[in-house]
């Protein structure tokens, strides 16, 4: 026997012993028939036949978070039988993986079952869970500026209800849901949706910094310990729902449920740096220690008072990080250590401004007590990391390291920066499937044949069968075209490199100085020109490989559309991602090889032919806009718009300050030799009776001309 699930099938609640759906389920299960009428549309006109009830239930006897889906032919329904909310929610998004076709990032990879009439399923079908490599894993949405001004269908919480669906979906249950204060919108949301809510270190307990609660107040410990103390009770208050002085699971306090909270101990200072930045009298490390120590032990207790049973965390980060190592910081054995990687998938202590120790910051697996991880996908640090591209470290790479962190005992806390998601969706799906299989196969074969296996698949699920060998190519392409400003895997240049540079280098121009550029020793010490030259190489021969990359996406693109309907979707879906971030390195690459050649020009007096290329490099910045804009559609329509962080429409600005400045050294003050040179018949260039009898050009129009003359 069998059941038929089709366009007549419905979504039901039915357990026992809890009438009312619970929030969280109800989220998924609207997901749920969404996905169904998607995925049989047209199916009234196909088939009658009455479409079996998926049926929703609790079943204790399962473990926590676990789920089995089985088939009951003679009544007609699939049961999602769940241990709590979280099982029931991840059943329902199996139905819609395993038997819809929807793929977890299927919203951001436009990707789309093809729609059929029903589906037979046999009475042994079964969809079973298994428990995840790691207990508490999620997203920080980090640096979000993509998404806070973009929204789906012009409402903002779809765009975060549709964010912190993908993670369910990819069998997360955690999230810090924004940067900062950007957080407390998207709390609730995350909480009906049935995530545990984490907070970033810098705002330990989601706790308003305390600039924002006392301004112009120099904050100091332990003097303000009871200022610290109201901002710590009112945000446990806040996760809570009751007074931080009654407990979570008090009847009387008015709240019954768990609020799903991992509480984050932690003190910094009011621009996220050590806090002693804001409180200069402690200057030695048993101090410093001392007072980290006591504050986190305040905000522990306050924790345990009104959640007992509560996970709590703490970021061993930066200066926490040494004062930790050196036996200095002090915290209760159940708290749970989250150790950083460095930005570029490393677990090493972060690199800050031209200081990097290459310290390893792995979780050590002889180490009492729990561990977990702060992991970038993205990241954002106005130097060489990626935040509106992919990671240009190797797949191969990011998974040698998760799986030795898991060998070390970090499988506690995973927390991973996802910025945007829609760039970062390749790496955020292998991360997955790390944290929830402890590895990629579990076969014992090499990384790399893992990743290809991964790589493989996924392109199948996203590209299509017929395409997805060489869309694997270009990932394998893409990995090995980026610039590295190292000899270690995790020194590779992220987009950053090549639109922060290029500012540092003409703003350092522009202030008069031939010396040694301070913001680029962290890349390259000597003087000023020589720094300009190691910029230059590192481009030069980067650039050629960026060149080949976007050909043969261009290539891709277009076998692919010769393969029918579904080809057609893999060649926009190639230009969308891969192709689009190829080509944005292409063009800031070029611009800042540009910036280079135009500054080697400018200090050697050549004016006129730096303020040219200082023009190209204009241009490709633009032109590197203009590529994330064409790539808008449909919903997806405004998504690169505030692009301001990496912001490559903004070193095009600076180059435009450049020419301004060069134009002045090169043709000032009267500014009219340019104008003869390239803006007049050859045969009165030379004649001057009157400067100039029409208005002064732009510096576009005089960057024109040049071209036109060049013919460039």
């Known amino acids: 026997m069998s059941v038929v699930l089709n366009g007549r099938s419905a979504v039901r609640w039915n357990d026992a012993e809890t009438s009312a759906v619970p929030e969280p389920v109800a989220y998924a299960i609207e997901d749920l028939t969404h996905d169904l009428d998607i995925a049989f549309a047209g199916d ?25 889906v089985t088939v009951d032919a003679a009544a007609n329904v699939v049961i999602v039988a769940g241990a709590d909310d979280l099982g029931c929610i991840y059943g329902l998004y199996a139905i819609s993986r395993a038997w819809l076709g929807f793929e977890d990032f299927w919203f951001w990879n436009d990707q789309r079952p093809a729609p059929r009439a029903s589906l037979s399923l046999p009475d042994t079908a079964r969809l079973d869970s298994h428990p995840a490599a790691v207990r508490y894993r999620g997203w920080f949405v980090n640096d979000e500026v993509l998404i806070v001004s973009w929204n789906i269908r012009n409402d903002n919480e779809l765009t975060w209800r549709m964010i912190f669906a993908t993670l369910l979906r990819a069998g997360g249950n955690l999230v810090i849901p924004g940067s900062g204060q950007n957080m407390a919108p998207h709390w609730d949301l995350a909480h009906r949706m049935g995530l545990y809510v984490n907070q970033h270190h810098a705002t330990p307990l989601g706790s308003r910094l305390f600039s924002e609660a006392y301004p112009g107040l120099k904050p100091r410990w332990p ?29 009387a306090a008015g709240r019954h449920d768990d609020p799903k909270v991992v509480w984050t101990l932690g003190f910094r200072g009011s621009c996220d740096g050590p806090f002693w930045t804001d409180d200069p009298r402690y200057v030695t490390d048993e101090e410093r220690g001392r007072v980290l120590s006591e504050a986190m032990r305040d905000e522990y ?22 004062l930790y190592r050196k036996g200095l910081l002090h915290f209760p054995d159940d708290v749970i250590k989250i150790w950083s990687d460095n930005g570029y998938g490393r677990m090493m202590v972060r690199r800050n401004g031209n200081w990097d120790p290459r310290e390893p910051a792995m979780p050590d697996a002889a180490d009492p007590g729990e561990n977990g991880i702060y992991y970038h996908a993205s990241f954002f640090d106005l130097q060489a990391a990626n935040h509106i591209t992919q990671m240009p470290e190797s797949a191969d790479d990011i998974t040698r390291e998760l799986e030795t962190v898991l060998a070390h005992g970090g499988d506690s806390l995973w927390v991973v920066n996802c910025s945007n998601v829609k760039p970062h969706v390749v790496t955020l799906d292998l991360i ?13 074969e090499s990384v790399e044949s893992q990743v290809d296996a991964f790589l493989l698949d996924y392109c199948r699920r996203y590209y299509g069968e017929p395409c997805a060998p060489a869309v694997v190519r270009l990932f394998r392409a893409y990995w090995d075209a980026a610039a590295r400003f190292g000899d270690e895997w995790d020194q590779r240049c992220g987009e950053q490199l090549y639109t922060y ?11 008069g100085s031939r010396d040694e550029e301070d913001d680029l020793t962290w890349l390259v010490h000597g003087d000023f020109a020589a720094q300009i030259a190691w910029v230059k190489r590192l481009c030069a021969d980067a650039l050629p490989r960026y060149e080949r990359l976007v050909r043969d996406c261009d290539r891709a693109a277009l076998d692919a559309e010769d393969t029918g309907n579904v080809g057609a979707h893999a060649a926009r879906l190639i230009r969308d991602t891969i192709g689009l971030q190829s080509t944005v390195y292409r063009e800031c690459v070029a611009g800042t ?40 559609h449909g919903v997806w329509q405004g998504f690169w718009s505030n692009d301001c962080l990496a912001d490559v429409k903004f070193s095009g600005q600076v ?24 803006c007049y018949a050859e045969q009165w260039r030379d004649v001057i009776v009157v400067l100039n009898m029409e208005n002064h050009e732009s510096d576009d129009a005089i960057f024109q001309a040049m071209k036109r003359a060049w013919q460039e």
């Open 44 to 68: 009234d006109a196909a088939d009658a036949t009455d479409g079996a009830t998926i049926v929703v239930r609790f079943d204790r006897t399962l473990a926590t978070e676990q789920y089995r």
């Open 223 to 251: 003097e303000d310990r009871d200022k610290y103390e109201t901002l710590w009770r009112e945000a446990i208050a806040q996760r809570c729902g009751t007074d931080a002085a009654t407990t979570c699971d008090d009847p």
């Open 301 to 322: 207790d306050l924790v345990r008072a009104a959640d007992p049973h509560a996970p709590v965390a703490v970021y061993l980060y930066s200066e926490s990080l040494e």
């Open 432 to 444: 997955a499937r790390l944290w929830r299989d402890g590895s990629l196969d579990g076969t014992g």
């Open 501 to 511: 540079i290029p500012r540092m280098m003409i703003t350092h121009y522009l202030s």
């Open 593 to 632: 090889l540009l910036v280079c050649e135009s500054l080697e020009r400018a200090l050697a007096g050549d004016f006129k032919h730096a303020f040219y290329r200082a023009g190209l490099a204009r241009e490709r910045f633009a032109a590197g806009d203009a590529a994330m804009r064409a790539r808008e």
């Open 655 to 678: 180059c435009a300050a450049l020419m301004a400045y060069l134009r002045n050294r090169g043709d000032g003050p009267h500014y009219v030799g340019w104008k003869h040179e390239f």
